[in-house]
């Protein structure tokens, strides 16, 4: 049963992320979907933990000091689009979060 609910989980987020990428929703509350389903699966293994930065750090764009809904929209379309074009592989998934987090957002990496 708790597979059932994660794949059902996953299912929901990459449903808003298409979404987001056909211009279906509003990015930033879709965005905030993908965040809240991501944070209590972060100990749950990479790719949790690092969807919760990378859409945490999207939304902070529009919410956050930056204030900038533009960019912040502008950006969640590319990120979303870009993942579900990618193949479903650890390396793919591992080379997209290490462009979104630090090339494009910004984080520092860890020595």
Do not use: C, K
Not at 96 to 110: A, C, H, I, T
Request: glycine share 8%; proline share 5%.
């Amino acid at each position: 049963m708790p597979s059932e609910r994660r794949n059902d989980e996953f299912r929901a987020i990459e449903r808003d992320l298409a979404a987001i990428a056909a211009g279906e929703v509003d990015p930033y509350d879709a965005g905030m979907r993908v965040l809240s389903a991501s944070i209590p699966r972060t100990a749950e293994g990479a790719s949790w933990h690092a969807l919760w930065l990378l859409w945490g750090g999207l939304t902070d764009i529009v919410d956050g000091p930056a204030n900038d809904r533009v960019r912040g929209d502008a950006l969640m379309v590319a990120a979303a689009s870009e993942w579900l074009e990618i193949p479903n592989s650890d390396d793919a998934r591992r080379d997209y979060f290490d462009r979104w987090l630090y090339d494009v957002l910004g984080y520092s990496r860890d020595s």
